[in-house]
């Protein structure tokens, strides 16, 4: 199956129905004055999160969805029937843009919410409707109004408390795995992970939070290298960001020069994610003989300048994890008592959040741009967006 977190819709909803034009026709009842009755509403276009989705897969095979019309009205003042209601299921952190006017038309962070995304027509009125003491055999009805047609783009992030940065191969999965139940694929090769991973980490009763697994950066990814920087729009939501690094890495490498690596493309993608608080966490620690680890962590430390918190880990064996863990949960309650507390606090951190989905839309619309043309430039006719869709296929066990 594919991880799909865009597509674009049309929806529109249904037409109201067409008043009537009728009079009562009966023996003995020579006067029986009008009886057109009311055409029905037109049914209207709503968008549900649902927790059993976790991608709009569904959405890149079938693009034009429509509600019901309303029916006509009829004689002896009949009403016409309204027309169902469309119901469009989609995954928990979904945000609905109108593609036209680049409105946020809604943000569905929660299972069951309901967002109304296209008005359904209004019913005509049948003939009965303008009798009056001075026209008892009227003969105007009105029509049903149109359905609002509308076409969306539906941006599917992810909902985590804690996001994970780092170059691919720096320890991401394996940490995840290390601390949660989540189960995310583990290899020797970089781009091990292509979809995002979300994990729930248990401190302890009653104390978790949610952290998210995005596949890894490299450098030059807002231009397009590697899987590029489409999947930061995933850190979006998050609170904290954790910046995993190998103090060993394989190739030689220096961590300090990776770490600066990963900022540099977070700057380019947005400078607002780049002002979130963000730890450093030095992984694979056990790779350094024990008696050298304190110093060669401090050189990191060092060459980096860095004044924010650091700890030392090695997501294989478990060392440090609990203590990163337990602090990540104590600053996580923290923030969450400092906003409920203060509302300014929530208001500023509601604005953040709009100004990084803004930059982060942004983004994402120039390097399709830059994609789009290079493979124009390479004479490929069978361009298309859906190759931005990473493909999964999951093996027999």
Request: hydrophobic fraction near 35%.
């Amino acid at each position: 199956m594919k991880f799909v977190d865009e597509a674009t819709i049309q929806v529109e909803a249904g037409k109201g129905g067409h008043g009537c034009l009728s009079f009562r026709r009966e023996k003995y009842v020579p006067r029986g004055g009008p009886d057109g009755g009311d055409g029905g509403d037109g049914g209207s276009v709503y968008l549900e999160a649902q927790e059993a989705l976790n991608t709009l897969i569904d959405y890149r095979f079938k693009r034009k969805f429509k509600a019901q019309s309303g029916e006509p009205g009829a004689g002896r003042n009949c009403s016409g029937s309204m027309g169902e209601d469309l119901v469009l299921p989609v995954p928990v952190g979904t945000t609905v843009v109108d593609v036209d006017t680049h409105e946020v038309l809604g943000d569905l962070t929660r299972a069951g919410d309901r967002l109304k995304v296209a008005q359904g027509g209004f019913h005509g009125l049948g003939n009965t409707r303008y009798k009056s003491s001075v026209n008892q055999a009227p003969r105007q009805t009105s029509k049903g109004s149109e359905g609002e047609l509308r076409n969306l783009r539906l941006e599917l992030k992810v909902l985590a408390d804690v996001g994970l940065l780092g170059l691919p191969n720096a320890g991401k999965s394996t940490f995840i795995r290390s601390v949660s139940a989540a189960t995310p694929k583990v290899a020797d090769y970089p781009f091990t992970t292509l979809v995002p991973n979300l994990g729930v980490v248990s401190v302890q009763a009653h104390q978790s939070f949610v952290i998210a697994d995005i596949p890894g950066l490299i450098e030059g990814a807002a231009e397009g290298a590697g899987l590029g920087i489409r999947f930061l729009k995933h850190l979006v939501r998050t609170r904290l960001l954790l910046h995993l690094v190998d103090v060993a890495p394989y190739d030689g490498s220096s961590p300090a020069d990776n770490v600066r690596a990963i900022a540099r493309e977070l700057e380019k993608f947005s400078e607002t994610l780049a002002s979130r608080e963000r730890w450093l966490v030095l992984n694979k620690v056990d790779m350094v003989p024990a008696e050298d680890r304190d110093a060669h962590c401090q050189a990191i430390v060092d060459d980096l300048g860095w004044e924010g918190p650091v700890f030392a880990i090695s997501a294989l064996s478990g060392e440090g994890t609990k203590p990163l863990t337990q602090a990540v949960m104590r600053w996580i309650e923290d923030r969450a008592a400092e906003e409920a507390e203060n509302p300014e606090v929530a208001q500023r951190e509601a604005e953040r959040r709009r100004r990084m989905d803004e930059e982060a839309r942004e983004q994402i619309e120039a390097e399709k741009r830059a994609r789009r043309a290079a493979r124009q430039n390479d004479d490929d006719d069978d361009f298309d967006d859906d190759d931005y869709d990473v493909e999964v296929v999951y093996a027999p066990e």
